[in-house]
């Protein structure tokens, strides 16, 4: 039974993963935005779009990290 609620939970952790895509395309669909109504502001827009995508991808590396430790360091404590 915990082995399958740990299989469900290593899942559901891995959706965040997607929601991490979508992020980075809303970061960078809003950078090409941005730089076609104001073409001056690419510099700047560029960095702030640098940073987005960074804290996107900082998330998005933290869904495997807890899809892996719910595989395999909480494990069960069977009683003998």
């Known amino acids: ?46 960095g702030y779009a640098i940073l987005g995508f960074a804290l996107t991808e900082a998330i998005a590396l933290f869904a495997p990290m807890m899809a892996f430790l719910i595989s395999f360091v909480f494990r069960s404590h069977k009683k003998l």
């Open 1 to 46: 039974m915990l082995e399958g609620a740990k299989s469900i939970g290593a899942g559901a952790a891995t959706i965040a993963l997607a929601g991490a895509v979508v992020g980075i395309g809303n970061v960078l669909s809003s950078l090409i935005h941005s730089v076609a109504r104001n073409p001056s502001l690419a510099k700047q827009s560029f």
